[in-house]
């Protein structure tokens, strides 16, 4: 058994995957081109309120964008290099990056896994709402339908390393003790 461990978190914006990810794999590098891109957008004094941008704004906002592409494959290279755990938080969109993803990771000796958090469209959407990167609701419905129309194919593709999360108590306090069994779930797999 490989002694490396990648975990690949996905879901739709607004499943909480940012949130398991910090309470659940602390020891773990989190790969998130979210961190990234948010990041950029302040530096260039954007702000995150992507719906409400202008033009001009939109246009620096997707060339930030690619940017944040390019720094957040360059950390998981380097992550990849140093041999440390690592946990990519991302929507699984497209499958067939995910499992070039997954080979690649397993060509360097690493033990992948994927857990799917789902939650419904509207929880996602109020969620998202309510975060302090806006973005416009047609796009959270876009990653809501694109993550979840892969489910079979994750199942298939990571077998018994595939665990479905229903995450709808993700904002609530009793968050940790209802997710005990997950967190249970969630080691003995790994």
């Given at each position: 058994m490989n002694n490396k461990i990648a975990v690949f978190i996905c879901g739709s914006g607004g499943s909480g995957k940012s949130t398991f990810?910090?309470?659940?794999?602390?020891?773990?590098?989190?790969i998130d081109l979210d961190i990234i891109y948010?990041?950029?957008?302040l530096l260039n004094k954007l702000g995150l309120k992507i719906k409400?941008?202008?033009e001009s704004q939109l246009q620096l906002a997707s060339e930030l964008f690619e940017t944040a592409k390019v720094l957040n494959n360059e950390k998981l290279k380097n992550t990849i290099i140093a041999g440390n755990n690592?946990?990519?938080?991302?929507?699984?969109?497209d499958s067939n990056i995910i499992l070039n993803q997954r080979k690649y990771l397993e060509n360097y000796g690493y033990d992948t896994f994927?857990?799917?958090?789902?939650?419904d469209?509207?929880?996602?959407?109020?969620?998202?709402e309510t975060r302090e990167r806006v973005y416009k609701q047609k796009i959270t419905e876009d990653s809501w339908y694109l993550s979840y129309n892969?489910?079979?194919t994750y199942k298939k593709e990571f077998g018994t390393k595939f665990k479905f999360i229903y995450n709808d108590i993700i904002d609530t306090n009793l968050f940790?003790?209802?997710?005990l069994y997950h967190t249970y779930s969630i080691k003995k797999i790994l």
């Open positions: 990810v910090k309470t659940h794999f602390t020891e773990y590098v989190h948010e990041e950029l957008l409400d941008f202008n690592l946990v990519i938080d991302g929507i699984g969109r994927m857990i799917l958090l789902y939650a469209l509207d929880t996602c959407i109020n969620r998202v892969n489910i079979g940790l003790n209802d997710f």
